[in-house]
Structure formats: structure tokens, C-alpha cells
T-cell receptor, first 114, second 111 residues
Framework: DTGVSQNPRHKITKRGQNVTFRCDPI?????LYWYRQTLGQGPEFLTY????????KSRLLSDRFSAERPKGSFSTLEIQRTEQGDSAMYLC????????????FGPGTRLTVL | QKEVEQNSGPLSVPEGAIASLNCTYS??????FFWYRQYSGKSPELIMS????GDKEDGRFTAQLNKASQYVSLLIRDSQPSDSATYLC???????????FGSGTQLTVLP
């Protein structure tokens, strides 16, 4: 157990609906990452927070996606107007402030868009 | 060319054998490399990190790094059926120090 939790674990939604996922890292994780993983592929980077600041976003993160990390603790990832292509596992990873710190993943949220 | 490439497998080895997993990467400035194990339907779990050229051993696992050849490998000795999983190679890149993953190698250890 990495101490990183994610909720919900599974989400089924209809195309066009909005969904929000939550990630709770441990208190030492001042850096937080979101990744997306589709079947048969490795995780792909979406966005990165250092404390409460969102410092980098992948081009994969379309304008339908938004992420926040208020107060530098938990983070949320919202997808608006979901599409079937958004179906994937959404993974959150936390790490400390060192340059080589390992990223520890939460259990993920599996999204299915019907 | 993908930034991180792995043999997709599947790779099958008998119980007790050595499993060898390979990974190449394209970014010469990368300094940090990781192997994660992922069971079906679960999230990636760290096995090893390696930062310097050479070998790093942890129990039955040995990671090998050759920066000149841009190559990193993972050896699993005395493979067990519980080692059956997908193994992901990851390279830390960019100012955000995000991970770039290969597609993974599916390993099956046959009893």
C-alpha cells in the first residue's frame, strides 16, 4: 500500500456527462501527477502539481479536462462532456521533493464511457 | 520512434528460470529509470529504480543500466508464478520529472 488513495475506483458514465475523480496522496507528497492508461499501453502523463501549483500539462489534456489541487493536498481531475475515447484507467502518483524521488501510484479510477 | 521501447512479449519462462526484460530509451539526458510491475486490473507497483551505470540488485531482481547504449534491463532470478504480470519500464524526463513509460512486457511464469 503506497498510501495514495483514489476515488471512485470505478465510474461508468454516459457520453456527454461530466465526471470528477479525486486523489489523496500522503502528506509528504508535495509533487502529484496524473496519468492515463489505456489497455495494452503504459501510463501517459497528463499533468503535474507541485504543492497547489499546476506546473505542466500534456497536450493530451484537452480543454475538456481540468485538474486542481487546492491547498496542495488532495487533487481532483474533471472531464467535461465525456467521450468514449476517454475510457481508460486514470492514475494518480505522488512523490517527495527530491530530484530522483520515486512516484508511488494510487489504485486508479477506471472510467467507462458508454 | 517511441521514447521508451520494450519487447511487448508475451514472454514465458518456466518456474525457477531467469526472466530477462529489456528496454531502450531515446532521450540521452535521462538520468532516472524505473521498473514497475502491474498485475491485471491493478496500478503500477515499483520494483526497482536505477540511476547509475551498472547493476543494482534487490533480492531476486537485478536492474542493469547502460547510458551509452541507452539501455536498461531487469533480470528476475528464480522466477515464480506470482511474478506473472506486465513489467513497465519508465524513464524520468522533462522539467516536471514526469515518467515516460514503455508499453510493457507481459511475463508469464509457468509452474
Amino acid at each position: 500500500d503506497t498510501g495514495v488513495s483514489q476515488n471512485p475506483r470505478h465510474k461508468i458514465t454516459k457520453r456527454g456527462q461530466n465526471v470528477t475523480f479525486r486523489c489523496d496522496p500522503i502528506s509528504e507528497h508535495n509533487r502529484l501527477y496524473w496519468y492515463r492508461q489505456t489497455l495494452g499501453q503504459g501510463p501517459e502523463f497528463l499533468t503535474y502539481f507541485q504543492n497547489e501549483a499546476q506546473l505542466e500539462k500534456s497536450r493530451l489534456l484537452s480543454d475538456r479536462f481540468s485538474a486542481e489541487r487546492p491547498k496542495g493536498s488532495f487533487s481532483t481531475l474533471e472531464i467535461q462532456r465525456t467521450e468514449q475515447g476517454d475510457s481508460a484507467m486514470y492514475l494518480c502518483a505522488g512523490t517527495g521533493s527530491g530530484s530522483t524521488d520515486t512516484q508511488y501510484f494510487g489504485p486508479g479510477t477506471r472510467l467507462t464511457v458508454l | 520512434q517511441k521514447e521508451v521501447e520494450q519487447n511487448s512479449g508475451p514472454l514465458s519462462v518456466p518456474e525457477g528460470a531467469i526472466a530477462s526484460l529489456n528496454c531502450t530509451y531515446s532521450d540521452r539526458v535521462s538520468q532516472s529509470f524505473f521498473w514497475y510491475r502491474q498485475y491485471s486490473g491493478k496500478s503500477p507497483e515499483l520494483i526497482m529504480s536505477i540511476y547509475s551505470n551498472g547493476d543494482k540488485e534487490d533480492g531476486r531482481f537485478t536492474a542493469q543500466l547502460n547510458k551509452a547504449s541507452q539501455y536498461v534491463s531487469l533480470l528476475i532470478r528464480d522466477s515464480q508464478p506470482s511474478d506473472s504480470a506486465t513489467y513497465l519500464c519508465a524513464v524520468m524526463v522533462g522539467s516536471a520529472r514526469q515518467l515516460t513509460f514503455g508499453s510493457g512486457t507481459q511475463l508469464t511464469v509457468l509452474p
